[in-house]
T-cell receptor, first 114, second 113 residues
Framework: DAGVIQSPRHEVTEMGQEVTLRCKPI?????LFWYRQTMMRGLELLIY????????DSGMPEDRFSAKMPNASFSTLKIQPSEPRDSAVYFC????????????FGDGTRLSIL | AQSVAQPEDQVNVAEGNPLTVKCTYS??????LFWYVQYPNRGLQFLLK??????LVKGSYGFEAEFNKSQTSFHLKKPSALVSDSALYFC???????????FGKGTRLSVIA
């Protein structure tokens, strides 16, 4: 079975540019999560969706960050304009209904802002 | 509020020896507890979970974890460590209800041949 698919795997861009990260969750999963991982701050939850509706975006660091889920099989995380401190690994995860269910993670996008 | 503590940043163990990675949690109700492993340049992979029932749960790759309600702990164990077990391990907790998982800061396990 295909897992959570993220693209691109690596992104290097210059400060001020717009960055779009993409995620395809596992088919049939109702929840989708975006995380950011850095050495300093560890794993941070940015936002999550249930049935394509954003439920909690309190982890989104600034208005420069936005996330959408236009349908059940696709989500984007956008940073505009990007800054060097946004450099991190961004993970997408999904899970089915049922709070006892584990989350399944993609392999992440390593983002470097120069 | 839910929280998870992994008191050790790093655990070193010799190959063939038993390993333990510690986790304590705080929730207001009955917890759902999870362990994940992360290898370099990969996402987190689910290892095992405790929902209810037997306090000792078994998971992937020979790992197991023991739920201890009185000590609010959920330590990860393996009887005989392999070099290939070297990775970053995360404990996570969720209260029943559809709240997100809360992750610990992670423990880096190094198994030395």
């Amino acid at each position: 079975d295909a897992g959570v698919i993220q693209s691109p795997r690596h992104e290097v861009t210059e400060m001020g540019q717009e960055v779009t990260l993409r995620c395809k969750p596992i088919s049939g999963h109702d929840y989708l999560f975006w995380y950011r991982q850095t050495m300093m701050r560890g794993l941070e939850l940015l936002i999550y969706f249930n049935n394509n509706v954003p439920i909690d975006d309190s982890g989104m660091p600034e208005d420069r960050f936005s996330a959408k889920m236009p349908n059940a099989s696709f989500s984007t995380l956008k940073i505009q304009p990007s800054e060097p401190r946004d450099s991190a690994v961004y993970f997408c995860a999904s899970r089915p209904q049922g709070s006892y269910q584990p989350q399944h993670f993609g392999d992440g996008t390593r983002l470097s802002i120069l | 509020a839910q929280s998870v503590a992994q008191p050790e940043d790093q655990v070193n163990v010799a190959e063939g020896n038993p390993l333990t990675v510690k986790c304590t949690y705080s929730v207001s109700g009955n917890p759902y507890l999870f362990w994940y492993v992360q290898y370099p340049n990969r996402g987190l992979q689910f290892l095992l979970k405790y929902i209810t029932g037997d306090n000792l749960v078994k998971g992937s790759y020979g790992f197991e974890a023991e739920f201890n309600k009185s000590q609010t702990s959920f330590h990860l164990k393996k009887p005989s460590a392999l070099v290939s077990d070297s990775a970053l391990y995360f404990c996570a907790v969720r209260e029943p209800g559809n709240t997100p998982l809360v992750f610990g800061k992670g423990t880096r396990l190094s198994v030395i041949a």
